[in-house]
């Protein structure tokens, strides 16, 4: 098995993961916070989404997903366009609500067939390559994949963490 083929088969675990997290919840569940300083079901799959969109376009040279395929006027969030969530306030947190579990797979899917698309291309020699300068040591693309992989990871699992909260709540 190659390394690409690693990451690809990585990536689709993202996927059937986000799927599984948000299935048959409605938009107050979706949008639920369990405290005032949590994360929702929502922010969560929207911000592993749009910083896999992100960091996926900028070590390929493409454009994010986010703004090519107007995914940013279909959410119609207040929030600045090029924003992924990352230091969000929990009122920049509560302005990420969602009208239906179908707009964050929808753009989920949207991303990862870009995700893929990119992946399926990679050579060996593809992930030595220098993607960010500014850290010490620089981080190379394969190290950028894994990043995104673990981050897209441990927040999937995170929104299916509040969904068993919220269902057990409900019960």
């Known amino acids: 098995m190659h390394a690409k083929d690693i990451l690809i088969d990585g990536y ?4 059937e993961e986000v799927h599984a997290a948000v299935e048959g919840l409605d938009p107050d569940d979706l949008n639920a916070r369990p405290t005032a300083e949590t ?11 749009r910083v896999q969109d992100d960091h996926i376009a ?16 279909r959410f119609g969030l207040d929030l600045p366009r090029h924003d992924t969530g990352y230091g969000h ?3 920049k947190v509560a302005k990420v609500q969602v009208s239906e579990a179908e707009l964050l797979t929808g753009y989920y899917d949207a991303v990862h067939a870009q995700t893929l698309q ?12 220098i993607v960010d300068e500014r850290w010490d040591p620089p981080v190379s693309l ?5 990043s995104v992989l673990s981050d897209d990871l441990q927040h999937v699992g995170q929104a299916a963490y509040v969904r068993g909260l919220l269902q057990s709540a409900a019960a």
């Open 12 to 15: 689709h675990r993202i996927q």
């Open 118 to 129: 990119a992946l399926r291309g990679l050579t060996a020699a593809d992930l030595e390559r």
């Open 142 to 146: 394969g190290v950028r994949l894994v």
């Open 39 to 49: 994360n929702s079901v929502a922010w969560l799959v929207w911000h592993l989404t």
């Open 89 to 91: 306030s929990a009122a």
């Open 58 to 73: 900028d070590a390929f040279e493409l454009d994010q997903v986010w703004l090519s395929q107007d995914w940013e006027k």
